[in-house]
Each structure stands twice: as C-alpha cells, then as structure tokens.
C-alpha cells in the first residue's frame, strides 16, 4: 500500500484558520454503513443520532504551551516545540534553527532562564531546563499556544480556550484531540439527560502527530510513539455499554489509537480489550480490522496523513474518499479548527459488536 493511495486535492480556502464561535455550530457529515447516502448536519445534532445506552469515549488530555524561544550562544534565534514532558525540569523536543545545537550547548530563552541540550533521539532533543519554576508550571506561564502549521496566523486570546477541549484534564499534550472541540458544555448536558454515558482514555498528543509519511512503501513507515492511559474502569464502563445494547462512538482517532492499542488479539483473531498504560506506535490502516468502537466521530485530516488512513481502514477508503469529496464540494471547513464527520464502519449489524 502506497502513501500516495491517500492523497487529494484540497482547495486552500477550505483549510479552517479560527473557530466558529460557537463550538457546536460545525458542520457534521454523517457517513453511514454501506451504500447509504451521506447526510448534512450540524453538530448539535449528535443526541438525534446517538440513544440511550450508547457510551462516547473521549479523550481528556490537555494541550500546554509547548512553544518556546530563544538564541544559541553565536546569537542564533532558536524555536523550540516541546514534544514531552519528562520530569519537573526536562523535555523531549523538536530545535527549529538553521544549524543543529551541540550537546552541551545551552539556548537563552526569550521568557528567562536557560534550556540545556543533553543530547538527542532521531528527530527529537532532550532538554534539561534551568527555570524560577517546575517545567510544567512555567510553561504555563511563558510558552506559547502551538497551533498547527496550517493555521496560518500567531495565536490569539481565544485560541487558550478554544484550542482546547471543555473536558480536558490531564496535562500533556502538544496538539489538541480536535474531534472533541466540537463539544460544548450544553451539548454534553443534552447528551447525558437522554441516557448516553461518557468514558475517557488519555493520550498525549505529540508533536509527530503533524511529521508527514516520509516513505512512499507503506510497510516502511515507522510511526511516532505516543503515551497512552486506558484504565481498568473505561475497560468496564465498555463491556457494560455492549451487554445494555449500547454502541461505543469513539471521539477522534487518538481515542480509537488509544483502545486498539489496549486490545489484545489471540491466534485465532479474537479480540478483548484491558487495562493498559504505556507508550504505543500502533499504526492503523487498511487490512487493520478496528474492533475497539462502533462508530467514529473525527475531523477531515490531511492528505497521506496517517489519520485519513485510520478512518480509511474503520470506513473503508472508497468510502472514505467519497465523503471527502461530498464535503469539498458541500464547502465544508477542514482540519483542527474545521467541521467533523460521524463515521460507521464499512459492515455495521445491528446489534453492537461482541
């Protein structure tokens, strides 16, 4: 399978460059199973299309202001995007600067204090930061929002909240799980009273969320690896949902990532889900049988991005392909800040998946 297999052509005006200004005001493509037309919808209309029983997984992870600046000791400016956080004082991160820094090497940051380079893995740096406060906290307070290199503007006020999903909680991430942006507080209440539950994984989103495929041969592709939480309780509040008659509707790719990784397949291809906290490099796309959900709400993702070949694999990449078009032409606003789709699988019965 080839990176190009999953490339199209994107006017860029349909690229989103803000929020709307409510979140619930996207737009939503409804992709049902099999042949059936594809429906237009807002996405407040989520409760006509879930019922009672039906569990949506998110994913609570919180974005930090990962972005940061500085100069080498030559005078150099130096940008740095943290990747991870690792203790109270260092960090995996990606350096933007003309010439590689050294080990050794220490960066002036524009906010105060000094980041020390200890060495480097592949693509990433590791840090040692000399700051007046733990990392975390000091980045709060100095970093910089890190909006996707799409989005062509610096961020603005309203991108500390908006960029950010009203249920995020734990603190991580260097890239919003978008998919649930689209969630206001108001939705989430409606959602609640007619019976559908909520259940939460983490993964931190790292910045290799946004490093293109680099291999045409798929099967060379080797995927970033991220940190996931799916708890011991998710795992039940699951198996809960699917004796009730309930579905599960994964919010975005990073929850789907997330429990495919905590599934455990025997030899004869079943497939039970369990506890799991750790690091993952799953990579998802056709040929890959996803069990984990019923249905998928996400975002529209960029060309030969390893998403689109996610939600190709649960939808089928005709399939897929086609929904993509509908909204090109229905003028749909694309990626981070754009309009989201709910997605069945290529075969979906009617009674939920064991």
Do not use: C
């Amino acid at each position: 399978m080839k990176k190009s297999d999953f490339d199209y052509e994107l006017p860029p005006e349909l690229i989103a460059q803000a929020p709307l200004a409510e979140r619930s005001a996207s737009r939503l493509l409804v992709v049902p199973p099999g042949e059936a037309p594809f429906e237009d919808r807002v996405f407040r209309d989520v409760p006509s299309l879930l019922r009672e029983h039906d569990l949506l997984v998110f994913n609570d992870t919180r974005v930090i202001p990962a972005r940061l600046f500085g100069r080498k000791a030559t005078g150099g400016r130096v940008e740095i995007m943290i990747e991870r956080l690792l203790s109270a004082d260092r960090a995996r991160a990606q350096i933007g600067v003309s010439k590689s820094p050294k080990e050794g090497s220490v960066i002036e940051l524009d906010g105060g204090g000094r980041a020390h380079v200890l060495g480097r893995e592949g693509e990433f740096y590791l840090l040692r930061f000399d700051v007046d406060a733990p990392l975390e906290s000091w980045l709060l307070r100095v970093g910089r929002l890190p909006l996707p290199p799409y989005i062509q503007r610096e961020p603005g006020a309203d991108d500390a909240e908006r960029y950010q999903t009203v249920y995020a909680r734990e603190v991580g991430a260097v890239a919003a799980p978008t998919a649930g942006l689209h969630f206001d507080e108001a939705l989430l209440a409606r959602l609640q009273a007619m019976g559908v539950a909520f259940g939460h994984v983490t993964l931190h989103v790292g910045a290799g969320t946004f490093q293109p495929v680099r291999v045409d041969d798929l099967s060379q592709h080797v995927m970033h690896s991220e940190w996931i939480n799916v708890g011991a309780a998710l795992v039940e509040q699951i198996r809960r949902t699917r004796e009730a008659g309930g579905r599960v509707i994964g919010v975005g790719t990073t929850v789907v990532r997330a429990l495919e990784a905590a599934t455990r397949r025997d030899e004869a291809g079943n497939a039970e889900l369990a506890p799991f906290a750790g690091e993952t490099r799953l990579f998802i796309l056709p040929g890959y049988s996803i069990t984990s959900v019923d249905a998928m709400i996400t975002n529209f993702h960029l060309p030969q991005s390893t998403l689109l070949m996610m939600v190709s694999a649960f939808a089928g990449q005709r399939r897929v392909f086609d929904a993509y078009r509908h909204a090109i032409d229905e003028r749909y606003r694309f990626f981070s800040y754009g309009d989201a789709m709910l997605l069945w699988p290529r075969h979906h019965a009617t009674a939920p998946r064991a």
